[in-house]
């Protein structure tokens, strides 16, 4: 009976999962045909960003209650989590992006969309000012969108900590762009390396690939980085394969900070046995075109020639928000981003709202986070509406009765809860189909690392995609890199 019990488990979970994936098919190709218009009796929410933070909330906004107007640089979602198995091929791109007209076309009312940045955010006027700032333009590439309600989810940019030469010689590791170029550097370097007649010390440098940090975005990108080079390179280049070298540096005594000690362990001797060399507390003080100059243990300064630079040394504020903060200097005064009240209500500003990696709060930024509060924040706004509709009905009550009722229900949407984080865990990929895992349990956390841990990190990536054709591509895509391994062309 037990393995009847099993088998019908079974057949309910494919058949749901078949019936899922036919419904987001299906879902993914019908918009909707007709939205109801925008309508000025309501409110104007706009949203700056399509990011974690910004996503997350149009989701789940009510397009009933209010005009939405989205502004965000790229037309798109990106599911950062699997970047770094972009960089090498193990994933494509286009299978973790999803264009935010498809949710948005889904709302029952209309949703405005423009692909472009917001430059400026005129706090007294309740105005924005938008730029587009991609490749064409037409004749007009600047206008201005009031608000009465501004959501804030431009997320950060990369930190350099102003080091000499980052900019112009590192590659970052944010966007899709930033993959694609790392991509196509590193195969660049290794097909200059095989040019005939390179010196030994050149080919020596162009095969040295340097990641800078030693977070989870630097250990994936090396750990990705390590599987190429041992499952592909090595086959398809192999008078180069055992003079290709990865190196990654971090400034503080261990990788990882986040994860228990345990788990930092683990990564390091995994590192170790994938050849990665590892120097902690070596700080990076400059770059140059051709090599880096750090600053070891012992305080001496050396140069490190290398072929490509990855550089993840975290996040800092975008000018964006520099200049917000710069209008409100007696509330903004935190450098780490945008000070918000624990309902994400922008210190010392009306109508602002921020979340995500633009914010400075006590949550580390990461996605999860960002998810939450967008997802929270719709709530707020449902409640706002609901406070503004009690208050006029209660104005307009004709009995004492009605008065009373239409008080309670105003006291009850006005009780807006604060933004409560629940933590699911943090995973991280560290190569050679290992993965590490601190997820809580019960008052403490399970620390898990190895294969089997890998799997688990596979399959909450695939349940956490974006929808059923992410989770089809990514597949996809893992698939016919176990059957052809990852393409080795340039692009
Ligand atoms: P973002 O997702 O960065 O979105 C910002 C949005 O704002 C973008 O759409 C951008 O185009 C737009 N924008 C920028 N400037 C403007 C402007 N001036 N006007 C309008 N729009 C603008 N977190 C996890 O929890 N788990 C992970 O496994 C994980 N993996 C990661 C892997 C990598 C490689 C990276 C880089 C990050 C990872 N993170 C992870 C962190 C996570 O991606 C961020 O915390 C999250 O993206 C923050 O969401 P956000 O919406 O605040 O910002
Ligand atoms: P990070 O801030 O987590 O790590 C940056 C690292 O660079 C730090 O360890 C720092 O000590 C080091 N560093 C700084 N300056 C340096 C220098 N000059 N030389 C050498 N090392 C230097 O940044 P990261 O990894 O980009 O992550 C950003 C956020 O995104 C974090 O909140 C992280 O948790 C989240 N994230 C989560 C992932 C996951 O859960 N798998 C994957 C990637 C990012």
């Not at 969108?145 to 989810?153: A, F």
């Not at 809860?417 to 865990?425: E, V």
């Amino acid at each position: 009976s037990k393995w009847k019990a099993i088998k019908n488990v079974t057949k309910i979970g494919t058949v749901g999962f078949i019936g899922f994936t036919f419904y987001n098919m299906y879902e993914h190709s019908h918009p909707v045909m007709n939205p109801i218009p925008a309508d000025s009796s309501k409110k104007t929410i706009v949203i700056l960003g399509s990011g974690w933070a910004s996503t997350s909330f149009l989701k789940s906004i009510d397009t009933e209650l209010y005009n939405v107007v989205v502004v965000s640089p790229r037309n798109y979602f990106l599911f950062t989590p699997l970047l770094p198995s972009t960089t090498v091929g193990t994933i494509d791109h286009r299978s973790l992006v999803e264009p935010i007209r498809f949710i948005t076309r889904h709302k029952p009312n209309e949703v405005k969309v423009y692909e472009a940045e917001c430059t400026e955010i005129d706090s007294d006027k309740k105005i924005i000012t938008i730029v587009d700032n991609s490749e064409v333009k037409g004749d007009r590439a600047t206008s201005t969108i009031p608000y009465d309600y501004l959501v804030v989810g431009v997320g950060a940019q990369s930190q350099t900590f102003g080091i000499k030469g980052v900019e112009e010689y590192g590659c970052f590791l944010k966007e899709v762009w930033d993959a694609q170029k790392i991509r196509t550097k590193l195969m660049d370097c290794i097909e200059t390396a095989a040019f005939p007649g390179q010196a030994p010390e050149e080919i020596e440098r162009l095969l040295h690939m340097v990641v800078v940090g030693g977070g989870p975005t630097g250990i994936e990108y090396a750990a990705e980085l390590h599987d190429f080079l041992a499952e592909d390179l090595s086959a398809w280049y192999p008078e180069l394969v055992g003079k290709i070298k990865i190196t990654l540096i971090e400034a503080m005594p261990n990788v990882l900070p986040a994860f228990s000690k345990q788990l930092i362990d683990y990564t390091e001797s995994t590192f170790k046995e994938q050849h990665i060399s590892l120097h902690t507390k070596t700080m990076v003080k400059e770059v140059k075109e051709k090599e880096i100059i750090v600053q070891g243990p012992s305080g001496e300064k050396e140069a490190m020639p290398y072929g490509l630079l990855v550089w993840a040394t975290g996040n800092t504020t975008r000018p964006l928000i520099r200049n917000l903060m710069a209008q409100h200097p007696e509330t903004q005064n935190i450098r780490r981003g945008l000070a918000v009240d624990d309902w994400l209500r922008m210190a010392g500003a009306n109508d602002i709202y921020a979340l995500g990696d633009a914010t400075a709060t006590k949550y580390a930024p990461t996605a999860q986070v960002a998810a939450q509060q967008g997802k929270y924040l719709a709530r707020v706004f449902a409640q706002l509406h609901a406070t503004e509709q009690y208050e006029n009905e209660l104005e307009n009550a004709a009995t004492a009765e009605e008065k009373a009722k239409k008080a309670r229900k105003l006291q009850k949407a006005q009780d807006i809860k604060p933004f409560h984080y629940s933590h699911q865990g943090s995973l991280c990929y560290i190569g050679s189909d290992k993965a590490i895992a601190d997820v809580p349990f019960g008052p403490g956390n399970v620390a898990a690392g190895g294969v089997a841990t890998y799997a688990f990190w596979r399959s909450a990536y695939i349940s956490n995609l974006f929808s059923a054709r992410n989770r089809w591509l990514v597949i996809t895509d893992w698939t016919k890199k176990t059957f052809w391994g990852r393409d080795i062309s340039r692009e």
